[in-house]
């Protein structure tokens, strides 16, 4: 009986010694991967801001800006290997409650690397034409580089590298700050402008304008897990005549994330942070230990056992005699 209980114990503490390396570098992989049933919303604040209000022909200065995010995940275009998530972005003036303008898009991303894939009905607006590559809302979980990154910007449509800048404390978090320039770009044409709003005189009538846009887009990443813990966003918006000559600016503010957000963030952060933790390291360790303890405790017993049997042997020959 001994050298039974002796044998299954050094099966069982074989099993977990197997198990460890799988659970860390193979069910790891697995388990750890961009959600899926995700829902969001941050909140982003400009004081004394500019833009141009269409409804009442006026720029309106000084004013303060919100732009508010709501993400949401599609759970049934999402797959094992693939996230969908949508993505609005509302952006108005906080006094008087006026839309300033709006975003809306739909990404999909490789659930463990977190770049872009073009699938699944993927869109900038209602523009599925359009290729996004590169990192869009996330970035690679539980491994964030001090690196360049190739980064997909949603106003003008295209993948721009992102550059590591430094680190910075969130909210008490350590964070990795990164920084995309997009440089002064077309991104549409504005059709029948009146004249006299671009300064071109009463009897100019009505022209057709470009809008370009530049600005600066500055993240803090926790790079334990990927996520975006605080982020800021300094834009000028501009409508040009034809001749290329710059008429007036349409939207200039720096925005900044909230501090009750950014708390949000990265109290979520360092839950998944301790979900990576258990399931990258102290399962592994816990698995390792225990099998080696119940291997060794098999070993002894099944020693025992053989040690008990010989004995036994050796005290019934002594009764022959």
Same mark, same amino acid.
């Given at each position: 009986m001994q050298r039974t209980i002796g044998m299954l114990l050094i099966g069982v503490g074989a099993f977990f010694l197997t198990l460890s390396p799988l659970v860390r570098f193979y069910a790891a992989k697995q388990l750890i991967a961009l959600p899926i049933d995700t829902y969001s919303t941050t909140r982003l604040q400009a004081q004394n801001g500019s833009y141009f209000d269409a409804g009442n022909l006026r720029l309106r200065q000084g004013v303060t800006v919100v732009a508010t995010n709501t993400v949401r995940g599609d759970v049934r275009a999402s797959t094992?290997?693939? /996230?969908?998530? *949508?993505? +609005?972005?509302?952006?108005? *003036?906080a006094t008087t409650g006026s839309p300033i303008d709006y975003r809306q898009t739909r990404q999909a991303f490789d659930r463990r690397t977190s770049n872009l894939v073009m699938c699944c009905g993927a869109a900038v &607006?209602? *523009?599925t034409s359009t290729k %996004? /590559? &590169?990192l869009g809302t996330l970035w690679p979980i539980a491994n964030v580089e001090k690196k360049t990154y190739q980064y997909f910007d949603v106003t003008t449509r295209q993948t721009l590298p992102i550059n590591y800048d430094g680190e910075d404390t969130v909210q008490g978090l350590r964070a990795y700050r990164f920084v995309l320039n997009v440089p002064h770009t077309r991104i549409s044409e504005v059709a029948d402008v009146p004249g006299n709003v671009l300064g071109l005189g009463e009897s100019s009538g009505n022209v057709d304008a470009d809008r370009y846009f530049r600005g600066t887009k500055t993240v803090w990443v926790d790079p334990r897990t990927g996520a975006v813990v605080n982020q800021e966003e300094n834009v000028r918006s501009t409508l040009h005549t034809k001749d290329g000559v710059e008429r007036l #600016?349409?939207? /200039? +503010?720096?925005?900044?994330?909230?501090?009750?957000? %950014? %708390?949000?963030?990265v109290k979520l952060?360092?839950?998944?942070? #301790? #979900?990576?933790?258990?399931?990258? #390291?102290?399962?592994?360790i816990a698995t390792l230990v225990v099998g080696a303890i119940l291997l060794v405790a098999g070993i002894l017993v099944s020693m025992a056992a053989a040690g008990r049997g010989r004995g036994d042997r050796g005290a019934r020959r002594a009764e022959i005699v």
């Open positions: 094992d290997k693939v /996230a969908v998530w *949508d993505t +609005f972005t509302s952006i108005s *003036d &607006g209602n *523009d %996004q /590559a &590169g #600016t349409v939207a /200039a +503010f720096h925005l900044k994330m909230v501090p009750a957000d %950014q %708390q949000k963030l952060a360092n839950d998944n942070a #301790t #979900t990576i933790t258990v399931v990258k #390291t102290i399962v592994p």
